[in-house]
């Protein structure tokens, strides 16, 4: 960077700087700006590369709304940033809505600054027109989601960075009431929508000349809660078998209070909470990554199930949205995988008895075995792009997972993932079985036997530069495998050209002669492409015989695909 360069970065960094409304982040400009132009070439290097990456562009607003590392600059998540996001959704909700003020309820988690952001949120909206209701404490997701529809608000936002690293935030967005009439109202928004409201952002004054209200906005009573467990509850079975021994992990997130008071409440025992990871901490002092998929995230629930020859482990992520499910093996525990938690729930909640007609969905990348699944049970299944944006849109949507650990039980409550209603369901399945001799795993064998076995796996690439992942798309593109694990690659499909009546989405699609199936896409929220991998094993004579088969072959396809990327 030569000194035109350096000056003009300066130059950038002192506008931002003069524009935000908080003093922590305007000393921490200052601060940068004082190394980078202090001469001494010990510390001058990296504050001038930390303060380019900082003003290097700003934060995209998407489907996800925002999401990145806490910090000063438009390329971080800040007050400034929260600010003009804000201001740019009461811009879009205010043209949308036509007849009266906009509704909006906002939401917030234990992360750092997520209560200031949240309070900033209300304040603009306040000022521009709308009526913000907050909720009364950090609280999971589901509860922001559930709390949208029931108050018939027009849009929700929600502050968190889901399962993200500490030093993240973010911020999720819903539109419902007179903002979406759509079937998927009260889902997290689609294309175009974050394209329209990221314009009105771009539009918006500096932070500092945004106007904001000091008081005014509506503070949501704690009976909303009590309301999301009265009615995610009611997906239960009065009657079913409770007699189960559970411990449950929040990883210091805001779900513990809650899912202790839903399990309490459908008449499950007395969870054993991780007594370590049970308070919100916005530092998740235990894990390196908050995360229940992470390796490692799980290793004190599983100490403590151990301990107590417990039946069940469930994590949640921190804001909730999320389960995870681990059971006892033999003489130790295996975690199940997303997918395979998405059918037994499938299966589970299809052997109902009942006549309304049934639709089920997962997303492109899941197994696909729910599709099997709901064929055997009658009911409909549809698959749609990755995430619940898409999912939730699914017209008469009585079940809907996805292999990241995300399940929608109730789409009546919660239109998007519910990792605490998702997880009083998988325990009363489990309960139930318990009552009869049998496990779980005992139900994957009996899917397994009938619709052939499954076996799902994945593995990610995380790069520094995000042209990296482009480059490898590119190079598999040009080069695909003729054979993935000595099986002959029948179609190699570009899914943004829009596949199977779905709209375009970044990624590739292999299928073999064998049946298996490779998908390879770009991460939605983190600096990763990732590769999804199924196999189908006809299991009806011996499912460890499949499983084993399974195995061997998912091995072989992981290092064909990792050496068509170059990796």
């Known amino acids: 960077m030569d000194e035109t360069e350096l000056a003009g970065l300066v130059d950038r960094a002192t506008h931002w700087r003069d524009a935000d409304p908080d003093p922590r982040t305007r000393l921490e400009v200052d601060r940068l700006i004082e190394l980078v132009t202090s001469g001494d070439s010990t510390v001058s290097g990296t504050a001038r590369d930390d303060l380019a990456q900082r003003f290097s562009g700003s934060l995209q607003f998407g489907t996800a709304g925002l999401r990145g590392a806490l910090g000063a600059g438009p390329n971080r998540m800040n ?92 911020y999720k967005v819903y539109l419902g009431g007179r903002a979406d009439s759509s079937p998927g109202s009260g ?26 209200a000091l008081d005014g906005w ?67 002092p235990t894990v390196s990554f908050p995360n229940p998929e992470e390796p490692g995230a799980l290793d004190l629930a599983l100490a403590a199930a151990r301990r107590r020859s417990a039946h069940l482990v469930i994590a949640n992520d921190p804001d909730a949205d999320r389960c995870a499910v681990a059971v006892p093996l033999e003489a130790d525990w295996r975690m199940l995988r997303g997918d395979e938690v998405g059918a037994l729930l499938g299966e589970y909640l299809l052997s109902r008895k009942g006549d309304k007609p049934r639709t089920v969905a997962s997303s492109i990348v899941s197994s696909q075995l729910l599709a099997q699944i709901a064929l055997a049970h009658g009911a409909r299944h549809c698959e749609t792009l990755t995430g619940f944006k898409w999912l939730a849109r699914v017209p008469e ?29 998988i325990a009363e399945y489990a309960a139930e079985l318990r009552s009869q001799g049998r496990t779980l795993l005992d139900a994957l064998d009996d899917l397994a036997k009938r619709h052939g076995l499954h076996a ?12 990296e992942i482009a480059q490898m798309l590119e190079r598999i593109a040009q080069r695909p495998p003729a054979t993935l694990a000595g099986s002959v690659v029948k179609s190699a499909e570009d899914l943004s050209a829009g596949v199977d009546g779905l709209p375009g989405t970044p990624g590739l699609r292999y299928r073999t002669a064998d049946g298996d199936r490779v998908i390879i896409r770009p991460s939605g929220t983190e600096p990763k492409l990732k590769c999804y991998l199924e196999v189908v094993v006809p299991a009806a004579d011996s499912v460890p015989a499949a499983r084993l088969a399974a195995a061997q072959r998912l091995a072989r396809i992981t290092t064909d695909v990792q050496q068509a990327l170059g990796i």
């Open 218 to 284: 509506e503070h949501i009573g704690p009976e909303i809660v009590d309301e999301y467990l009265s009615s995610v509850g009611s997906v239960l079975t009065p009657g079913a078998a409770r007699d189960i021994d559970i411990v449950l992990t929040p990883l210091h997130g805001v779900g513990g209070d809650t899912a202790v008071r839903a399990f309490a409440q459908a008449g499950f025992p007395e969870l054993h909470v991780v007594a370590e990871q049970a308070a919100p901490d916005a530092a998740f």
């Open 397 to 425: 949507l009585t079940y809907a997972y996805e292999e990241a650990l995300g399940y929608c039980v109730a789409p009546g409550a919660v239109r998007d993932k519910d990792g605490i209603s998702a997880a009083l369901l």
């Open 79 to 170: 007050r400034a940033v929260v600010i003009r996001a804000a201001a740019g959704i009461a811009a879009y909700l205010n043209q949308v809505v036509r007849s009266g003020a906009p509704r909006v309820v906002v939401g917030y988690d234990a992360r750092t600054d997520s209560d200031t952001f949240a309070r900033d949120t209300c304040a603009v909206l306040t000022a521009a027109g709308c009526v913000a209701q907050l909720l009364p404490g950090p609280l999971p997701t589901p509860v922001l989601a559930f709390a949208l529809r029931r108050l018939e608000a027009d849009a929700g936002i929600m502050v968190t960075a889901s399962h993200n690293p500490p030093q993240d935030n973010g």
């Open 187 to 212: 889902a997290q928004i689609v294309p175009p929508t974050d394209d329209l409201i990221a314009h009105q952002i771009a539009a918006v004054l500096p932070a500092i000349d945004v106007p904001m």
């Open 456 to 467: 799902t796996d994945q593995f990610s690439v995380r790069v520094e530069d995000l042209s």
